[in-house]
């Protein structure tokens, strides 16, 4: 008797969060939001680590302020995705700023802070600029 009483409970609790959820046409709407989002950031990373790739054989060597750093993008293989905003410094070449989507290896995390100076690859011309990750995780 136990076990069908447990059972109906366990009926009527599931249909009361059924009644309280949002329709369905919302619920999938929301997570195609979702997977758009998630779709535009492993875009982002993918080129971000392209250029990384790139501008090991053709970049310089940079050095980067940093000024500002967000969280709660999400993660990649345990790593945090990071949006850091630095001012970029290659010998030659004014200072610029920009903005820079990428995931950081979870030992090298504390090392990306406001004020720090990053090791940075870019491309002058271009404008292309990359987190330096191996530079950044023997620190």
């Given at each position: 008797?136990?076990?069908?009483?447990?059972?109906?409970?366990?009926?009527?609790?599931?249909?009361?969060?059924?009644?309280?959820?949002?329709?369905?046409?919302?619920?999938?709407?929301?997570?195609?939001?979702?997977?758009?989002?998630?779709?535009?950031?492993?875009?982002t990373?993918?080129?971000?680590?392209?250029?990384?790739?790139?501008?090991?054989?053709?970049?310089?060597?940079?050095?980067?302020?940093?000024?500002?750093?967000?969280?709660?993008?999400?993660?990649?293989?345990?790593?945090?995705?990071?949006?850091?905003?630095?001012?970029?410094?290659?010998?030659?070449?004014?200072?610029?700023?920009?903005?820079l989507?990428?995931?950081?290896?979870?030992?090298?995390?504390?090392?990306?802070?406001?004020?720090?100076?990053?090791?940075?690859?870019?491309?002058?011309?271009?404008?292309?600029?990359?987190l330096?990750?191996?530079?950044?995780?023997v620190?």
């Amino acid at each position: 008797m136990g076990f069908l009483k447990d059972l109906r409970n366990t009926t009527a609790m599931a249909r009361e969060i059924q009644r309280q959820a949002p329709p369905m046409e919302t619920r999938l709407a929301d997570a195609m939001a979702t997977l758009q989002q998630v779709q535009g950031t492993i875009s982002t990373l993918s080129d971000q680590a392209q250029a990384e790739v790139e501008l090991r054989a053709t970049g310089v060597r940079a050095t980067g302020t940093c000024t500002a750093v967000r969280s709660g993008l999400g993660e990649v293989s345990g790593c945090p995705i990071l949006e850091i905003d630095v001012v970029v410094m290659a010998d030659g070449h004014p200072p610029r700023p920009t903005t820079l989507r990428t995931a950081v290896q979870l030992h090298s995390v504390h090392r990306v802070a406001v004020g720090a100076a990053l090791p940075l690859l870019t491309d002058p011309a271009s404008g292309r600029t990359a987190l330096d990750s191996a530079a950044l995780s023997v620190g």
